[in-house]
């Protein structure tokens, strides 16, 4: 999970990256970590709000959203 700690320090590294100075090597490799952390959060949320969603289709037919098969997708 991300803490408000973390998107704080996302945006100071975005922020600082775009100064003269720069980000160090160092600074770059955690930003690229919590970039990936806060996607992954994101992600996990997402498909938590559509686990819970149930399409109701126009014969009254009810069905729950299913994540897509990987290797299905075009």
Request: hydrophobic share 25%; glycine share 4%.
């Amino acid at each position: 999970m991300v803490t408000q700690k973390d998107i704080d320090r996302i945006n100071e590294l975005a922020r600082k990256s775009k100064t003269a100075e720069g980000l160090t090597d160092e600074e770059k490799a955690e930003q690229k970590e919590l970039r990936v952390k806060y996607i992954n959060s994101f992600k996990e949320s997402l498909e938590s709000q559509l686990s819970g969603i149930t399409i109701v289709e126009p014969d009254g037919s009810k069905h729950k959203v299913k994540k897509k098969d990987e290797n299905s997708r075009s």
